[in-house]
């Protein structure tokens, strides 16, 4: 069954999509929850008991605090790479779903590798030293093929325009890395406002414009602290490019010399 905007706002005791802060959907048969893509604001959200198999329509839940999801149809942890940008998500109760398996230790920590800000998981409070070994011996999960395209806004182009479209594709980019890093994807209009027309016009090769326009982007929502790492790491790689540059033009003059020598 589809979750629908009716079902949801006569659920939620609602007027409108985005006022909905809390959602019980507790065994209500749903099967597509698509229908979350349109409600950003959701705090805590309760679905246990359903056939759901695929998280990709709460990627943009930003605010999603809870989430409750025992006992559905989710085949593969990797559908948890869909919560990885959700900075809130604190408690989440996967247990009873197929991607759980047979070793619930080894499931545990894969969880808490991909999740590390999880504070509850499956009712059971996480530990320091879970995390810290959950980076060591979890196993690394990584995002299910071309969901990261599935997810961008069209904004009513066709699918191939959408493909050849430069911002679009400088957007998966810089979303990819973002997710990297635990930080909220960024939406066409907005990335749109921070990528200046000069930038797209630089001289660069296409390839290099968009990791550059990505690596700007990312930098307006860091602090003072992680600016200072990336000042610190530009500056050794500016020097190792010094260094190997010199290096090779001593190569060259010694070549050189040799050769008028003979």
Not at 39 to 45: A, D, F, K, S, T
Not at 100 to 119: D, F, H, I, M, S
Not at 251 to 260: R, W
């Amino acid at each position: 069954m589809k979750l629908t905007r009716k079902l949801v706002l006569a659920k939620a005791k609602a007027s409108d999509l985005d006022s909905v802060k809390k959602l019980n959907c507790w065994g209500c048969s749903v099967s597509d929850i698509s229908i979350f893509s349109q409600i950003p604001n959701v705090e805590v959200l309760t679905l246990s008991v359903n056939s759901i198999s695929s998280l990709s329509p709460l990627a943009g839940c930003h605010s999603l605090g809870e989430l409750y999801l025992r006992r559905n149809s989710i085949q593969s942890l990797a559908e948890l790479c869909h919560l990885r940008s959700l900075p809130r998500l604190k408690v989440l109760w996967l247990a009873e779903n197929p991607c759980c398996g047979a070793e619930p230790a080894k499931y545990r920590l894969t969880v808490l590798r991909c999740l590390p800000r999880l504070q509850k998981l499956d009712n059971q409070v996480v530990t320091e030293e879970e995390i810290s070994l959950a980076l060591t011996h979890g196993e690394d999960i990584t995002t299910p093929p071309g969901t990261v395209q599935d997810q961008l806004t069209t904004n009513g182009m066709a699918d191939v325009d959408t493909e050849n479209d430069p911002l679009n594709y400088n957007m998966e980019e810089t979303n990819k890395i973002r997710e990297q890093l635990g930080m909220k994807p960024l939406a066409r209009d907005k990335f749109a406002s921070l990528t200046s027309p000069g930038t797209k016009e630089a001289k660069l090769p296409f390839k290099k414009t968009h990791t550059l326009e990505a690596v700007l982007v990312l930098m307006k929502d860091l602090d003072r602290e992680e600016l200072h790492i990336v000042y610190t790491v530009a500056q050794n790689r500016l020097q190792m490019d010094t260094v190997g540059t010199a290096t090779l033009n001593d190569a060259m003059q010694t070549e050189k010399t040799t050769d008028m020598q003979h």
